[in-house]
């Protein structure tokens, strides 16, 4: 695959009620680690920028996958390389990285390095799997009607994504059917058709009372 990437999310607002039981489940911790995984095209990147604008603190450092699978057949590669090189370091204290995919060239990128001390925020498929070493992590699973997220991520590059979409969904599916990364997460949220995320009840949780998001949410 060259020129274009899996699907960064062009819509899929999230609702001040999904950001709010967002932030709440990393209120209290030390620099937290969030995990933001789910299908293409449900909201992962839209709800990773509305909780750095809205995060209580220093913004977090925020690592999208779509930067770092290694090709158009790394789906499951990307979470694995920066539960090693990333994830486990930063536990110690050490100072992580991971490394860009030059989509462009079809080649391996830049090395970025991440200091620990600051919250670490993971978006996109397969990211639970970059928190496999790290059981204190945020876990947030998004979903979307298959539908609905196969029309987001099409739109987004005029066509470019088309050739890959069955490509890209078969190794989703393989992952979540290994792994059933859904039944780790700490939050729910679900896309409607008209866009909006919400959350979605998980057995047992308690109430959430936070403060309002103040930017990059819907009502």
């Known amino acids: 695959m060259i020129g274009t990437t899996p699907a960064r999310?062009?819509?899929g607002e999230p609702t001040a009620a999904a950001v709010r039981v967002a932030l709440a489940a990393a209120r209290g911790i030390r620099a937290p680690l969030v995990l933001l995984d789910g299908p293409s095209g449900a909201g992962k990147s839209t709800l990773a920028d509305a909780l750095r604008a809205n995060?209580?603190?220093a913004t977090p450092v925020l690592v999208r996958l779509d930067d770092a699978y290694p090709g158009w057949h790394g789906l499951e590669r990307a979470g694995?390389?920066?539960a090693r090189t990333l994830v486990h370091r930063r536990r110690r204290g050490a100072i992580g990285g991971w490394r860009r995919w030059d989509w462009a060239g079809d080649r391996p990128g830049a090395l970025e390095r991440v200091r620990p001390g600051r919250a670490l925020i993971i978006e996109g498929c397969g990211a639970f799997a970059a928190g496999a070493s790290a059981p204190d992590a945020v876990r947030i699973w998004i979903d979307?009607?298959?539908a609905v997220r196969r029309r987001r991520a099409l739109d987004r590059d005029d066509g470019a994504y088309d050739p890959f979409w069955d490509l890209w969904e078969r190794q989703w599916r393989r992952y979540v059917h290994r792994t059933s990364p859904e039944r780790r997460a700490a939050v729910r949220l679900r896309a409607a058709p008209d866009?909006?995320?919400?959350?979605e009840p998980v057995a047992g949780a308690a109430p959430v009372h936070a403060p309002i998001p103040r930017a990059n949410v819907v009502p």
């Open 9 to 11: 999310d062009p819509d």
């Open 55 to 57: 995060w209580p603190g």
């Open 80 to 82: 694995d390389a920066l």
């Open 144 to 146: 979307a009607p298959d």
């Open 195 to 199: 866009g909006r995320v919400e959350p």
